[in-house]
């Protein structure tokens, strides 16, 4: 059961479909295929099965899918680990972070990093709070930027910095606002910033009529064409409020005070670490208290 053999069925599982999986690894279709079934045969249990043009998971398949992006994930901490522990600034680091974050907060710090320590090598995977949260669960990330990490995850908050969340809306819908019948423009489904605007809403009993966008500036952008209000962080909407295309909206309750966390697994690499000593030299950064 190789590294190889795992990375072929990961690849499998995240785009369903043999002929995208040999395109991602580039390998031949037929590769993919001869490493999925000596996969099973390992196992003992088929994995996937014919579904239209698609591959399906089988019910082993789909529990065994989990367990090989946490060994996947593992490797490439070790790896991380390893190179980290014999010089931190060789290492490597695999940030997480959900869209806000990456758009307004990571671009200066990363760049400031990589001015003053050039020998890290840096990857960033963007998505929304429930996909971050679980490459960490799955070793897949190092260090993830996001909102507070889930009630029982492993997990170590490094480093904390303000954040807070207001309801935004164009000057003519602001100023016409009314909390159960003004309409909301929400993020996708698994997002951090709508779970809390929905929460929001249900603690006030108003279901209000909404529109779901699919990315954190599709949100902003509809806001501003007078489509709806929106719930978002003030650091995503700085240039709108500026110009004047948003306005934030006085709603009960609010602004809303959901820090930013830096967040590792349980045992930090060196390299991870010493990420977070420059994010802790810049404004705001503060390390946990306790």
């Given at each position: 059961?190789?590294?190889?053999?795992?990375r072929t069925f990961v690849a499998l599982v995240d785009t369903g479909s043999v002929r995208e999986a040999a395109r991602r690894l580039y390998v031949t279709e037929s590769a993919v295929s001869a490493s999925v079934t000596a996969l099973a045969r390992d196992l003992g249990v088929p994995l996937v099965?014919?579904?239209?043009?698609?591959?399906?998971?089988?019910?082993?398949?789909?529990?065994?899918?989990?367990?090989?992006?946490?060994?996947?994930?593992?490797?490439?901490?070790?790896?991380?680990?390893?190179?980290?522990?014999?010089?931190?600034?060789?290492?490597?680091?695999?940030?997480?972070?959900?869209?806000?974050?990456?758009?307004?907060?990571?671009?200066?710090?990363?760049?400031?990093?990589?001015?003053?320590?050039?020998?890290?090598?840096?990857?960033?995977?963007?998505?929304?709070?429930?996909?971050?949260?679980?490459?960490?669960?799955?070793?897949?990330?190092?260090?993830?930027?996001?909102?507070?990490?889930?009630?029982?995850?492993?997990?170590?908050?490094?480093?904390?910095?303000?954040?807070?969340?207001?309801?935004?809306?164009?000057?003519?819908?602001?100023?016409?606002?009314?909390?159960?019948?003004?309409?909301w423009v929400m993020r996708e489904p698994g997002s951090g910033t709508r779970a809390t605007a929905e929460a929001y809403l249900a603690e006030r009993e108003v279901a209000p009529p909404s529109l779901v966008l699919g990315s954190n500036g599709a949100v902003i952008a509809g806001a501003a064409a007078?489509?709806?209000?929106?719930?978002?962080?003030?650091?995503?909407?700085?240039?709108?409020?500026?110009?004047?295309?948003?306005?934030?909206?006085?709603?009960?309750?609010?602004?809303?005070?959901?820090?930013?966390?830096?967040?590792?697994?349980?045992?930090?690499?060196?390299?991870?670490?010493?990420?977070?000593?420059?994010?802790?030299?810049?404004?705001?950064?503060?390390?946990?208290?306790?």
């Amino acid at each position: 059961m190789s590294e190889a053999r795992l990375r072929t069925f990961v690849a499998l599982v995240d785009t369903g479909s043999v002929r995208e999986a040999a395109r991602r690894l580039y390998v031949t279709e037929s590769a993919v295929s001869a490493s999925v079934t000596a996969l099973a045969r390992d196992l003992g249990v088929p994995l996937v099965h014919r579904v239209g043009r698609g591959i399906g998971l089988t019910p082993a398949g789909t529990v065994y899918a989990a367990y090989a992006r946490q060994v996947l994930g593992l490797l490439e901490q070790g790896r991380a680990a390893a190179l980290g522990a014999a010089d931190p600034a060789r290492g490597t680091l695999r940030l997480a972070a959900v869209t806000t974050a990456a758009d307004q907060v990571l671009p200066e710090l990363l760049a400031g990093f990589r001015a003053r320590v050039p020998g890290v090598g840096l990857t960033l995977e963007v998505g929304p709070s429930r996909e971050v949260w679980g490459r960490l669960a799955a070793h897949g990330a190092d260090l993830v930027l996001a909102g507070r990490p889930p009630a029982g995850a492993a997990a170590t908050v490094l480093a904390r910095r303000p954040n807070e969340l207001v309801v935004v809306g164009a000057p003519e819908v602001a100023a016409a606002f009314a909390p159960a019948s003004t309409p909301w423009v929400m993020r996708e489904p698994g997002s951090g910033t709508r779970a809390t605007a929905e929460a929001y809403l249900a603690e006030r009993e108003v279901a209000p009529p909404s529109l779901v966008l699919g990315s954190n500036g599709a949100v902003i952008a509809g806001a501003a064409a007078g489509l709806g209000v929106a719930l978002v962080s003030r650091d995503a909407v700085g240039a709108e409020l500026a110009a004047g295309r948003l306005v934030v909206v006085d709603a009960p309750g609010m602004p809303l005070d959901r820090p930013w966390h830096a967040v590792a697994g349980t045992d930090p690499t060196p390299t991870t670490l010493l990420f977070v000593g420059h994010l802790l030299d810049a404004p705001g950064w503060t390390a946990p208290r306790g």
